[in-house]
């Protein structure tokens, strides 16, 4: 089955702690992206990559890092920097053809918490 | 810049019954793209529907279709017959034409719909 996997479901961390997780897609899809969704709040992107070895910030970068060696691939790091890291995290994928109707297609996302 | 409007924070509707949420938009451009993205409590994103700007034709998929109104920016969706499991957070979401790879989706906050039995 093609399909978006995020992995933990849920993550502790503690504070001053950098936490990673994990975002794999088997769709064959190059673009990627990584948002946060609060509580009764829509999402806002954290980075996106459009293809292998490039990646973008997005609106809420600050705290955050990633990196794209793989097509399959997009690992999200939550670093010591980010204050508020609480929060829920989904990843996407997307064709990405160029300015044409493309859709994202979602993981089942990651709750992270910091104890 | 662009943003999405969902002026219904909660919504309800009695099962088999109709329901309309509203989704209104701000742009300068004239070909974007729109979109209605379902989260049910397991909170996986779920693409419902999606209408390109262009299209007059307002984009239907089985039991939910949209009311797409260019003019006025606004971009509704219909929920027919509804079902207990249309319960759940519904994202509007925006995104222009001219970006690429799907960049710069603009999502409205939400609204939660319950489903009454």
């Not at chain 1, 996997?5 to 064959?28: A, D, H, I, M, W």
């Not at chain 1, 990646?55 to 670093?79: H, M, N």
């Not at chain 2, 219904?8 to 949420?21: I, K, N």
Request: charged share 20%.
């Amino acid at each position: 089955d093609g399909g978006i996997t995020q992995s933990p479901k849920y993550l502790f961390r503690k504070e001053g702690q950098n936490v990673t997780l994990s975002c794999e897609q088997n769709l064959n899809h190059d673009a990627m992206y990584w948002y946060r969704q609060d509580p009764g709040q829509g999402l806002r992107l954290i980075y996106y990559s459009q293809i292998v070895n490039d990646f973008q910030k997005g609106d809420i970068a600050e705290g955050y890092s990633v990196s794209r060696e793989k097509k399959e691939s997009f690992p999200l790091t939550v670093t010591s920097a980010q204050k508020n890291p609480t929060a829920f995290y989904l990843c996407a994928s997307s064709i990405g053809e160029t300015g044409g109707q493309d859709t994202q297609y979602f993981g089942p996302g990651t709750r992270l918490t910091v104890l | 810049a662009q943003t999405v409007t969902q002026s219904q924070p909660e919504m309800s509707v009695q099962e088999a019954e109709t329901v309309t949420l509203s989704c209104t938009y701000d742009t300068s451009e004239s070909d974007y793209y729109l979109f209605w993205y379902k989260q049910p409590p397991s909170r996986q994103m779920i693409l419902v529907i999606r209408q390109e700007a262009y299209k007059q034709q307002n984009a239907t998929e089985n039991r939910f279709s949209v009311n797409f109104q260019k003019a006025a920016k606004s971009f509704s969706l219909k929920i027919s017959d509804s079902q207990l499991g249309d319960a759940a957070m519904y994202f509007c979401a925006y995104r222009r034409s001219r970006d690429n790879y799907g960049q710069n989706f603009v999502f409205g906050p939400g609204t939660r719909l319950s489903v009454l039995p």
